[in-house]
């Protein structure tokens, strides 16, 4: 439909680098078929090997460059897991840094010319975010039984607008997995469509300069919010966490 | 006629969905604003405050992308 | 989401996120790579990395421990050498003092001995000048009195010698 309007000598598909694309051929996706999503799956896995595996390999007292990052990222989720959601949550880190290092790998990834962001489908992240809302539930309910509904009950508001406020928390609690979702997704697949409309201009050579120096520019921002996407991701699944383990503001 | 009208609306509500972007970023701005303020005031508190700063701005930010989630439905979807 | 195309060939013109057909295929991979990613943290990263921190924690304690230790002992070494320092200034200064104090017992001998050979010396001049001055005082006077009396003699007045005598010695007094 947006096709037939632009048209023309301008070819603007922003779209088309979302498309889910079988990997061998073939019309029909079946839930196994080896597709473009499941390539970079694979290779988000592989870098977080070759960073975490590869890198530690020497198990050195004083580390290489890579182990130094590893460290780094390790340190990084594992403070803000202990500062943000508490000495108690740290059981839970390995999940969270399953999280973070996935959500920061796509993200990269994806930033590669002709890759594809598995972090910009929605299917995706609304996984993610549902595991991590339906966890933090059940976390919730398994260590403060009926307390845990307190979140909801503020008691330091006045008596008379508690109700409301009731109402207002209780859906901000179940609208948090969408936005949890569609943050990460939109700011994805925001991002990676403005680069390429940017890059549809450069089809006319008077402005392709400009347009040139602003997909370098937006790419600058790309890389940035990568990077603070999978971190906030990361903050927000440590305040879900510190909610569920302690209900009472 | 009637298709053209159709798309007329979806391009024009896609237009003013977008407007949520700017006042998204209006939002951010003002609450990266306001942490450097208090950050000049008060150096030594604000690496604290950091991660507060972030989901700020990510709750700030989410409700521009849903806004650019509503043009982009009205673009491709609808 | 009415013109949302079944299939992903013709995808161009939905949304390719909202293409439902291909959500069980990305959410199946999705769990495979998290469960993947799960298990290689679990088994092999992360308590690698943990073992790496705590043995980092342990050496740099141990270090720390052990730079105290020298710390101590360089205290220690520092305090016995000071303390060597001060002895060994204290006897020098003991040997200068004893040296000292002999060269002053020599030099005062020396003295004393030099000191008594002059008074010697200078009792021996004093005697010798006395003797000289007796004789000479006795020579004037001998030849004052002879010359006195020769003088008496030619003016025709008659003296004995004592009387010129006393005169002279009289007249030599004054």
Not at chain 1, 61 to 68: D, E, L, Y
Not at chain 2, 18 to 38: Q, R, T
Not at chain 3, 66 to 72: G, M, N, Q
Request: hydrophobic share 55%; glycine share 8%; aromatic share 10%.
């Amino acid at each position: 439909m947006a096709d037939e309007a632009k048209g023309g000598a301008l070819e603007f598909h922003p779209m088309d680098q979302f498309i889910v694309e079988p990997l061998f051929g073939g019309d029909t996706i079946h839930w196994y078929t080896p597709t473009n999503v499941t390539l970079w799956m694979f290779l988000t896995v592989l870098a977080i090997t070759a960073m975490l595996v590869l890198g530690t390999r020497g198990r050195a007292i004083v580390p290489s460059r890579a182990q130094s990052v590893a460290e780094l990222a390790y340190g990084f989720v594992y403070k803000m897991v202990e500062d943000v959601a508490g000495k108690d949550a740290v059981k839970f880190f390995p999940y969270i840094f399953t999280l973070f290092l996935f959500i920061i790998f796509a993200n990269f990834l994806g930033l590669i010319p002709m890759a594809f962001t598995t972090t910009s489908h929605i299917a995706v992240t609304a996984v993610m975010a549902l595991a991590v809302f339906l966890t933090v539930t059940v976390v919730g309910f398994v260590k403060n039984g009926a307390s845990f509904l307190s979140l909801f009950w503020v008691s330091s508001a006045p008596a008379a607008i508690r109700p409301v406020l009731a109402v207002i928390e209780v859906i901000s609690y179940f609208v948090r997995p969408v936005s949890h979702s569609v943050r990460l997704a939109g700011a994805m697949m925001a991002g990676h469509a403005v680069v390429k409309v940017f890059a549809g201009f450069a089809a006319i050579a008077a402005i392709a300069p400009l347009s040139i120096v602003a997909v370098v520019a937006i790419y600058g921002l790309e890389v940035l919010v990568s990077a603070i996407q999978a971190y906030v991701f990361t903050i927000l699944t440590c305040v879900y966490l510190k909610d569920a383990l302690h209900p009472h503001h | 006629m009637e298709g053209d009208i159709a798309n007329m609306g979806q391009f024009i509500g896609a237009g003013l969905a977008a407007i949520g972007s700017g006042a998204a970023a209006i939002g951010v701005g003002h609450v990266a604003g306001n942490f450097l303020a208090g950050a000049l005031r008060n150096p030594s508190a604000a690496p604290g405050q950091t991660a507060t700063l972030f989901i700020g701005i990510a709750f700030a930010e989410a409700l521009g992308i849903f806004a650019f989630l509503v043009a982009l439905l009205l673009m491709f979807a609808v | 989401m009415a013109t949302e195309t079944p299939g992903g060939e013709e995808a161009a013109t939905g949304l390719p996120q909202l293409d439902f057909s291909t959500f069980p295929n990305q959410i199946f991979w999705l769990v495979v790579t998290l469960v993947a990613i799960y298990f290689i943290l679990q088994r092999v990263a992360l308590p690698r990395i943990a073992g790496v921190l705590a043995e980092r924690a342990g050496t740099i304690t141990n270090d720390i421990a052990t730079a105290e230790e020298l710390k101590l002992k360089a205290q220690e070494a520092e305090a016995a050498y000071d303390k060597a320092l001060a002895d060994a200034r204290a006897e020098a200064q003991r040997i200068a003092a004893e040296a000292r104090a002999e060269i002053q017992g020599e030099l005062d001998d020396a003295l004393a001995k030099a000191d008594a050979q002059i008074a010697a010396k200078a009792a021996e001049s004093e005697a010798k000048i006395a003797d000289i001055r007796a004789g000479a005082l006795d020579a004037i006077r001998a030849v004052s009195n002879d010359a006195a009396a020769e003088i008496a003699g030619a003016m025709g007045a008659e003296a004995s010698a004592d009387e010129i005598a006393a005169a002279v010695a009289e007249r030599m007094k004054g």
